[in-house]
């Protein structure tokens, strides 16, 4: 074979690669979709795409019990944020299983359900702890629609040697972009401080100026305008929170019955919360013959 008609058919070949390959690749133009439908979404940062939530999994806003002073005040932010108006980022930290992340959601949802209320089309967008790094791209993909978005990340924390609290903290304040207009950022943490106590000492420790050394990290919680504090509950409590999830599930038990089993199972898990409570409902249920 001649060598030009080799090098005709190895172009020939690698044409043929490149039409197969277009075809299996994304579009880079799905990639820069407009926003769809849906009220929720995810953020896939490897992709950089959102993908919709058709059905977030949340609970109604009243049957939230034992959170009532920290609910009316996120629930008063987000409306002021749908309605357009001054609003603050939030950092929801405490104890586990306390209802943090379900009140976002809760709020989110019963904002929706209230739209002929004058509120603005409202988005909530989770993102996860790992692509913070991409929350400048997130910005820059949202910032131009007309929507109002919460950006929700769940469990937020920081261990030694990360750095992708950086780019969360420009965003939040500062930055040459800084936070579009239409974008408020609600975190749910364990620590008040996001970095874990001893990580904090340990710095402080080593440092040659200790109060600098952890400045940067801790001012971080700074940012967030509100912080709300979630404690654990006493008994009267979780046994209001007990009731509120077998009434809403219909489940058919009397109060004394129903206040044993609490107290039991409180016990035998050495803790009381929400998630300790719909974890005994859910059983309660099972019992019962009853999906929840």
Known sequence: MKSKDYLAEIAASLGQIARSLSTIAPDAR???????????????????????????????????????????????NTEQFARGHG??????????????????????????????????????????????????????RIGGEDARFIVFCDDLSFDSGETSYKSLKTILDGGLEGRPENVLFYATSNRRHLMPRDMIENERSTAINPGE?????????????????????????????????????????????????????????????????IQLVRTLAGEMGKPV
Request: hydrophobic share 45%; charged share 25%.
């Open 213 to 277: 050394a952890v400045e940067e990290k801790v001012s971080l919680s700074d940012r967030f305008g509100l912080w709300l504090g979630f404690h654990n509950c006493d008994q009267p409590t979780f046994l209001t929170m007990v009731r509120a999830y077998a009434d809403h599930y219909g489940l058919d038990i009397d109060d004394e019955a129903l206040r044993a089993r609490a107290i039991e199972w409180s016990a035998t898990r050495g803790a009381r919360s929400g998630r300790v409570a």
């Open 87 to 140: 609003a603050n980022n939030a950092l929801l930290w405490g104890a586990r299983g306390m209802g943090k992340s379900s009140l976002v959601k809760a709020i989110h949802g019963d904002i929706i359900a209230r739209g002929d209320e004058g509120f603005d089309r409202l988005v909530l967008i989770e993102i996860a702890r790992e692509d913070l790094e991409t929350l400048p791209a997130l910005m820059r």
């Open 30 to 76: 799905d990639a820069q979709a407009v926003l769809g439908l849906a009220d929720a979404y995810h953020w896939d940062g490897d992709d950089g795409r959102l993908m919709a939530v058709p059905h977030v999994s949340r609970v109604p806003l009243s049957m939230l019990k034992g959170i009532d002073a920290v609910q009316d005040i996120l629930l008063r």
